[in-house]
């Protein structure tokens, strides 16, 4: 029987971070490290969907950590389900090859409903006061219930925002300890959020996040242990970096850019200026270092003014219009007209109002699912004021630019070298190495 296999996707996880990691070091000893590349856009939802079907966003379909469904004229961050994925992922090629091989999910994003055999990801409450209740979405449906009483809920306010911090990692990796002792499952495939936070906040070389790379390392040093003694000893480690985090010390705003042009129109409510889609020639969903620019109905004029605005603009370094979105592997209907790529020293901010005032109140919370792009500002919330600052400037540390510089790379590590080929690989590479491990061509 093929060794139970065990991917852990970590990411901002870089060589020298692995170099003051001990345990995961010898969790890994016996085996290989090579340099990991993601494929563009080298954001969360996308590199986990590369890896987990070994396909570009042109084929899998995630083309950012949201997206913008035109019919319905709405942007939707973080939330989407399974489906939206759309080519078979690693635990549905194995179901399908020999249906005795069972795979649990923990934590990736776009896991709800998915055809593992075991899941566990956030599902919190929606409840009508806007209160959230504690929950994760489980299969089987009452594993969640078992959880809580073994673990109490899952830390939903550790997993992002300006309380971020090891305790969901370790939520996460405590939980995936239990579940391979339940149930034991061929294929295991594990998100471990914890670098993210300090990284962008303060900065990859920071000295918060080399606390949080030691903090890792204690609660992968408890989930290997944990795994050991479920799986008496035999397993095989894949532990992927995901994406790197690189210095940022500017920001670009393209709605701003968009809505200066004429292209972009808001709407008064009552408490200030809210992004009015339906009546914008054009807007911008940011994603880190990268957006789409959505062009209502496809207008070709409207395409290439809104294409000209951002060339050779400080902190842009590629502006792609239909074809050359080929050249990353994005040309899918689901992207923008045109698609923003930042230099490595600069990202992008969702922001549309010229003055702060006119901010919408949301952009002063914690609101993942309102904002039509990332808010890594969140990070940075006001415990004096208690709102989120309106100062992108604050953000020290991003990613998502196409990795072409070796600092916009990271690593994967393997406990055995046979399952890394070479000195390099790609994050669509991660598919077959671990469908080989089970006899799958």
């Not at 776009?110 to 299969?139: F, M, Q």
């Not at 393209?254 to 709407?267: I, K, M, Q, S, W």
């Not at 200030?272 to 957006?291: K, N, P, Y």
Request: charged share 20%; net charge negative.
């Amino acid at each position: 029987m093929p060794k139970p296999t065990i991917l852990l996707s970590i990411p901002a996880l870089r060589e020298k971070d692995v170099a003051v990691m001990p345990k995961l070091k010898e969790m890994t000893a016996a085996g290989k490290i090579a340099e990991f590349v993601p494929s563009f856009p080298c954001v969360t939802c996308p590199v986990q969907a590369a890896m987990t079907t070994g396909r570009t966003p042109a084929e899998h379909g995630v083309v950012a950590n949201g997206f913008y469904w035109r019919d319905k004229k709405q942007v939707e961050m973080w939330t989407s389900p399974n489906d939206c994925i759309q080519q078979p992922q690693i635990w549905e090629v194995l179901s399908r090859h020999d249906a005795g091989l069972t795979s649990a999910v923990w934590f990736p994003l776009h896991s709800k409903r998915c055809r593992a055999d075991y899941v566990c990801t956030p599902a919190p409450i929606h409840n009508p006061n806007g209160s959230e209740s504690l929950w994760c979405y489980t299969s089987p449906t009452k594993l969640y219930g078992t959880l809580r009483d073994e673990l109490d809920h899952f830390p939903l306010k550790h997993f992002w925002g300006p309380m971020a911090n090891i305790n969901s990692s370790r939520w996460i990796a405590e939980s995936a300890v239990f579940a391979a002792k339940q149930y034991r499952p061929d294929f295991f495939y594990i998100y471990l959020p914890q670098l993210d936070y300090a990284a962008q906040r303060t900065g990859p070389d920071s000295a918060a996040a080399e606390t949080a790379v030691a903090e890792l390392d204690n609660v992968i040093g408890g989930l290997a242990e944990g795994f050991h003694k479920a799986y008496d000893d035999k397993l095989l480690w894949l532990v992927a970096g995901e994406y790197a985090i690189t210095p940022v010390d500017h920001v670009t705003y393209p709605n701003r850019v968009l809505r200066e042009a004429g292209l972009l129109t808001v709407c008064e409510e009552d408490d200030g200026e809210h992004l009015d889609i339906a009546a914008s020639r054009a807007f911008a969903m940011v994603d880190h270092q990268f957006s789409h620019v959505f062009v209502a109905d496809g207008d070709t004029e409207t395409i290439a003014k809104a294409a000209e605005l951002f060339r050779g603009r400080q902190g842009i370094a590629e502006v792609l219009v239909g074809d050359e979105r080929n050249n990353y592997g994005l040309n899918h209907p689901r992207s923008g007209e045109v698609i923003l790529i930042s230099t490595p020293e600069s990202w992008q901010a969702y922001y549309w109002w010229l003055d702060e005032k006119n901010a919408p109140g949301f952009a002063r919370t914690v609101d993942i699912h309102r904002k039509p792009g990332y808010d890594p500002v969140e990070l940075h919330f006001d415990p004096t004021a208690k709102t989120i600052p309106l100062d992108a400037t604050l953000i020290r540390g991003s990613h998502g630019a196409p990795a072409v510089d070796p600092r916009q790379r990271s690593v994967i590590l393997a406990s055995e070298p046979m399952l890394l080929p070479g000195t390099s690989m790609a994050d669509t590479d991660v598919f077959s190495v671990v469908l080989r491990q089970f006899g799958v061509a």
